[in-house]
């Protein structure tokens, strides 16, 4: 936060293994936003990584009181050799998506990358107990993979909220986006008191943002699998 200039920035970090679908879901939401509310995709290849290395764009909505909210959204390479630069695009994250793989096969690898996830908040001196953390079982277009009721659960009684999704057809990327944004707008009006001296309303961010091309391809219901600590901000 910086007074001086009016602005705020919050960080929102796609966290995941390997091709399980981080960057095509920054991809999709880029496509969805208008023009006018987005930043440049910018990325980074490595030559040992075939997914991209981060993507990077500031979506930027003023409050009426005059404070210009940045919000900014990262991957981080999922392969096990760049752990270095999954601590890195870490530091000072704000809430974290994990963008899991639905297929069967690929359930350990889910679970290495989430430990791995909770170890490197802990080196960056983020609470894993208290950080917004939303849950999407992407990939649930291909065979063999993990049926929803089983997801419910092992997923379904803990503070995390589950979504499914095709990110590559767009299904399910927005709706997990605006809850983790939600929750993450949630933490800092209760340290900040961000509403009340700011007049920040999660409602009118999204609604800027949104337009009719997006609010007619989303449907929270068909997609979240269980709400997790999102169901006190559902309305």
């Given at each position: 936060m910086n007074l001086e200039f009016r602005e705020v920035t919050v960080k929102v970090v796609y966290y995941g293994p390997a091709l399980s679908g981080k960057t095509t879901n920054l991809q999709k939401l880029h496509q969805m936003f208008n023009p006018q509310h987005r930043g440049r995709l910018m990325s980074l290849e490595t030559q040992s990584d075939r997914t991209l290395f981060y993507d990077l764009y500031p979506i930027q909505y003023h409050t009426p009181a005059g404070l210009k909210v940045k919000l900014k959204l990262f991957t981080v390479p999922g392969q096990v050799i760049h752990n270095e630069t999954r601590?890195?695009?870490?530091?000072?994250?704000?809430?974290?998506?994990?963008?899991?793989?639905s297929q069967r096969s690929q359930a350990l690898s889910n679970s290495l990358s989430f430990k791995n996830l909770k170890e490197n908040l802990k080196i960056n001196n983020l609470d894993f107990e208290t950080i917004p953390l939303v849950i999407q079982f992407n990939k649930r277009d291909l065979a063999e993979i993990k049926p929803v009721e089983e997801i419910k659960a092992d997923w379904g009684q803990t503070r995390f909220p589950t979504f499914s999704a095709i990110a590559t057809e767009g299904k399910g990327v927005f709706e997990t986006f605006e809850c983790v944004v939600r929750l993450g707008f949630e933490v800092i009006n209760k340290k900040y008191d961000f509403n009340r001296k700011f007049g920040f309303n999660p409602d009118s961010f999204f609604a800027s943002v949104k337009g009719d091309k997006i609010e007619n391809q989303i449907d929270i219901n068909r997609y979240m699998i269980s709400p997790g600590q999102f169901a006190g901000l559902l309305k």
């Amino acid at each position: 936060m910086n007074l001086e200039f009016r602005e705020v920035t919050v960080k929102v970090v796609y966290y995941g293994p390997a091709l399980s679908g981080k960057t095509t879901n920054l991809q999709k939401l880029h496509q969805m936003f208008n023009p006018q509310h987005r930043g440049r995709l910018m990325s980074l290849e490595t030559q040992s990584d075939r997914t991209l290395f981060y993507d990077l764009y500031p979506i930027q909505y003023h409050t009426p009181a005059g404070l210009k909210v940045k919000l900014k959204l990262f991957t981080v390479p999922g392969q096990v050799i760049h752990n270095e630069t999954r601590k890195a695009v870490l530091n000072g994250a704000d809430a974290i998506v994990f963008v899991a793989d639905s297929q069967r096969s690929q359930a350990l690898s889910n679970s290495l990358s989430f430990k791995n996830l909770k170890e490197n908040l802990k080196i960056n001196n983020l609470d894993f107990e208290t950080i917004p953390l939303v849950i999407q079982f992407n990939k649930r277009d291909l065979a063999e993979i993990k049926p929803v009721e089983e997801i419910k659960a092992d997923w379904g009684q803990t503070r995390f909220p589950t979504f499914s999704a095709i990110a590559t057809e767009g299904k399910g990327v927005f709706e997990t986006f605006e809850c983790v944004v939600r929750l993450g707008f949630e933490v800092i009006n209760k340290k900040y008191d961000f509403n009340r001296k700011f007049g920040f309303n999660p409602d009118s961010f999204f609604a800027s943002v949104k337009g009719d091309k997006i609010e007619n391809q989303i449907d929270i219901n068909r997609y979240m699998i269980s709400p997790g600590q999102f169901a006190g901000l559902l309305k």
